[in-house]
């Protein structure tokens, strides 16, 4: 087994450790060959196996330098299945809300622009740089990017933000037992939405004069259902399998797993459900209700904007 | 703007009214430019806003929906569905760098033969006028601009 993190924050690494004293039995059943957050493997190691050597590689994070994609590109080759394990790599993540810009626009944020930055030489990375000893070389930074799949062919989508603990499990011991489902299928997660596994009520009137913001929305119902209080909750356009456990501590749902099966935009679904329960037929006040979310695509996309139909904005 | 550039608009017709008010359109030999690919759909409400980001995805320079007036709906509420959905999907697509005036929401009943044809007409120009969405372009660009050399060796 390997294990990669490509642009991601770590978290589905220790999603992976949370499984606690069962990482011993993973250990034991595996040859665990590659992990660079817990083992000294290097990329020359995974170069000199033969391919398709490795059984399984569960491949985190999205793809945005040319270095993640020369890994994608050497893992895929070596391991008979690939497995995108947590949203950035099934479908960008977080850092997919990047394709908001380009480089440029990245760089320009993150070097100059940001509070914390103080940076009067101006200096951002250079992918070679000229020193005494010789050159250094940083891998390139893309433009776009993009979802595991994108890159390499990939078996089996692994949702969630991180998976949560007993679905990494289940997909652990179904790997462990070959019991797989067909190639191209989304494992440790549900078909349905996150609304059917939330124990808030629903009904089925629409209510909505005004969308809130959670942290703004102070006299919030802690039975009734989010959305129909106004506060945006992805719930409705989200795969499930996470246990609703954001909407049963009083967070609305952010949209981790992904669309539901046989949803292809996550984005575009959100915003028919919203729209679903806005109480008017009026343009000009739908208008002004529609206009109480300042980020529609930031809500639509938070977690699949580089597989969204659209994939990235453009830019001028 | 090329001279040449013949706008590709899809439009979702209601099955009820806005279709057949197309088909009068037709069947009263009225004019219109033929940049319109009909589909019809069940009603307005059955748009969903996959369909419309799916249509640019797939190369549509512009997208037309029309439905019953309102109040006259087969389906009661079905197009009131869309008017609820149709600014946010307007927002969402100015926020990918698509000018929101390439969607537009008609209302087209099954006697406005003529209006259907001077919505079409009017909005084909529109779009003319804006030149190309060309979203394929957006989609087949290069990660980056730069040359991309491969580190890793076995040793």
Not at chain 1, 22 to 30: C, M, R, S
Not at chain 1, 198 to 213: G, P, T
Request: aromatic share 8%; with cysteine.
């Amino acid at each position: 087994m390997a294990l990669y993190w490509a642009a991601s924050c770590g978290g589905c690494e220790i999603s992976v450790l949370e499984v606690n004293e069962a990482i011993l039995d993973v250990a034991g059943f595996f040859d665990i060959v590659f992990w660079p957050v817990a083992l000294d493997f290097k990329y020359h190691h995974v170069a000199a196996m033969a391919d398709g050597e490795i059984l399984v590689c569960l491949f985190n994070g999205a793809v945005r330098n040319s270095e993640q994609k020369e890994i994608a590109e050497l893992l895929r080759r070596k391991s008979q299945v690939m497995v995108a394990h947590g949203s950035c790599a099934c479908w960008g993540g977080i850092p997919a809300l990047a394709n908001v810009t380009d480089r440029d626009g990245v760089f320009q944020r993150v070097y100059f622009e940001s509070p914390s930055t103080d940076n009067p030489q101006r200096i951002t990375p250079q992918t070679s740089t000229r020193m005494p000893e010789g050159e250094i070389t940083l891998p390139v930074f893309f433009d776009t990017v993009y979802a595991l799949d994108q890159v390499v062919p990939v078996e089996y989508y692994m949702p969630g933000c991180p998976p949560v603990v007993d679905q990494t499990l289940s997909v652990v011991e179904a790997l462990m037992s070959g019991a797989l489902p067909p190639p191209g299928s989304v494992v440790g997660a549900g078909s349905k939405t996150v609304c059917e596994e939330c124990k808030r009520e629903k009904s089925d009137e629409k209510k909505v004069r005004r969308f809130r913001r959670i942290h703004l929305a102070g006299d919030l119902d802690p039975i009734k259902c989010l959305l129909e209080q106004g506060v945006i909750c992805t719930g409705p356009a989200t795969r499930s399998g996470c246990g609703a456990k954001c909407t049963t501590v009083g967070m609305a749902c952010r949209g981790c797993y992904g669309p539901p099966a046989g949803v292809v935009d996550q984005g575009a679904k959100l915003i028919s459900a919203l729209a679903a329960v806005i109480d008017s037929q009026d343009p000009e006040e739908i208008e002004r209700i529609a206009d109480g979310i300042d980020d529609p695509l930031g809500y639509a996309y938070r977690f699949g904007m580089a597989a969204s139909s659209l994939r990235r904005v453009r830019v001028q | 703007m090329s001279a040449q550039f013949e706008p590709r608009i899809i439009a979702f017709l209601c099955r009820w009214c806005s279709y057949t008010g197309a088909d009068l359109a037709g069947t009263s030999r009225l004019k219109y430019p033929p940049n319109v690919l009909p589909i019809r759909v069940m009603c307005s409400g059955r748009v969903d806003p996959t369909f419309v980001v799916s249509a640019f995805r797939k190369g549509a320079d512009g997208v037309l929906i029309c439905g019953c007036h309102p109040g006259d709906c087969h389906y009661n509420e079905g197009n009131y569905n869309m008017m609820r959905r149709f600014p946010l999907i307007r927002k969402l697509l100015a926020q990918f760098g698509i000018e929101p005036k390439r969607v537009r929401l008609e209302w087209v009943s099954a006697s406005d033969g003529d209006r259907y044809a001077k919505v079409v007409t009017e909005f084909t120009e529109q779009i003319r006028q804006m030149g190309p969405l060309a979203w394929d372009q957006v989609l087949s660009a290069p990660p980056t601009r730069e040359p991309v050399e491969s580190g890793v060796t076995a040793s």
